[in-house]
């Protein structure tokens, strides 16, 4: 399995996470040690169902045909002090940088796009993002991964949605949904 990431800053950033950086709903992100700040950012995941390779855009949304949110954990000051390729890297791939949601199957792949996924923190609306919100097409970007990636059963693509950052701190709550169907609680810690 795989897990890729697309960053919300121009140009797209791709990276890729390990799967040891999942923590599902109802566990708790315990705020590592290695860096000073943490942030959290909404993200809609893309559940990879067939094996491809060069898909055409037009063939693309037989690939996903599941979705879930998603909030994704950024070492910023790592990240921000260290401008490299390595250290992006470990900004966004340690463990438990992918706060993971249920999946939700799609009926209409053509509303992916339009999905509107929502993050609360400590119970206040915090921030929220689309696909289309970012000027991105689900079929266009699963297109363009199958150039260089081989898609598999199982693969997640994560993509970062354009809404604003919130700083994570020990004792906060976060919940993140998609169309109104909350599939997220997480506790810091």
Do not use: W
């Not at 140009?11 to 040891?20: E, G, N, R, T």
């Not at 590592?32 to 390779?53: C, E, M, N, Y």
């Not at 609306?125 to 260089?148: C, E, H, K, P, T």
């Not at 059963?153 to 909350?182: P, T, Y």
Request: charge should be neutral; aromatic fraction near 6%; charged fraction near 20%.
């Amino acid at each position: 399995m795989k897990i890729i990431g697309i960053g919300k800053e121009l140009p797209k950033q791709v990276y890729l996470i390990a799967d040891s950086a999942i923590i599902k709903t109802n566990k708790p992100f315990f705020v590592p040690h290695f860096a000073q700040s943490f942030t959290g950012t909404p993200a809609i995941v893309l559940h990879i169902d067939r094996l491809g390779k060069h898909i055409a855009p037009r063939f693309a949304h037989r690939y996903c045909l599941a979705v879930a949110p998603a909030i994704k954990v950024t070492a910023r000051r790592l990240a921000s002090e260290q401008p490299t390729e390595a250290t992006s890297a470990l900004a966004n791939s340690f463990d438990g940088a992918l706060l993971l949601g249920d999946f939700t199957a799609v009926d209409d792949p053509t509303s992916i796009n339009s999905s509107v996924v929502t993050m609360e923190h400590n119970s206040e609306n915090a921030s929220r993002g689309s696909l289309n919100d970012m000027g991105l097409d689900f079929r266009q970007l699963i297109a363009q991964l199958s150039v260089y990636f081989t898609l598999k059963m199982g693969d997640m693509i994560v993509v970062e949605l354009g809404a604003s950052d919130i700083e994570l701190k020990m004792g906060d709550n976060l919940r993140a949904a998609i169309n109104g169907d909350q599939k997220l609680t997480i506790r810091v810690k």
